[in-house]
Nanobody
Framework: QAQLVESGGGLVQAGGSLRLSCAAS????????MGWYRQAPGKQRELVAA???????TYADSVKGRVTISRDGAKNTVFLQMNSLKPEDTAVYYC?????????????WGQGTQVTVSS
């Protein structure tokens, strides 16, 4: 069964950087868009950044200029480089991918990784 596994979260001081990684594994035929979402306590899950299979990117206004999304197609991995982190970036970050696998076609989600930015 296909799955997404995130890594790279943690505790960082304001102004610091973190790099999140997410690897897709399993019986995968095709991966289309991959992205990162986040959910802070008491708030709805929101898109942080997304990247298509062709490399086109989308960013939330709140992270533009501070965050870069990239992917390694050969390794089915997506990365999120976050710089100049702010306390308001604190959230659980989820990886998502639109994939066609041996089981189904649709969005898959990772288990989430906590990012905490201290002031």
């Amino acid at each position: 069964q296909a799955q997404l596994v995130e890594s790279g979260g943690g505790l960082v001081q304001a102004g610091g950087s973190l790099r999140l990684s997410c690897a897709a594994s399993g019986s995968i035929f095709r991966i289309n868009t991959m992205g990162w979402y986040r959910q802070a306590p008491g708030k709805q899950r929101e898109l942080v950044a997304a990247i298509t299979s062709g490399g086109s990117t989308t960013y939330a206004d709140s992270v533009k200029g501070r965050v870069t999304i990239s992917r390694d197609g050969a390794k089915n991995t997506v990365f999120l480089q976050m710089n100049s982190l702010k306390p308001e970036d604190t959230a659980v970050y989820y990886c998502a991918a639109d994939m066609r696998t041996s089981t189904r076609a649709g969005y898959y989600w990772g288990q989430g990784t906590q990012v905490t930015v201290s002031s």
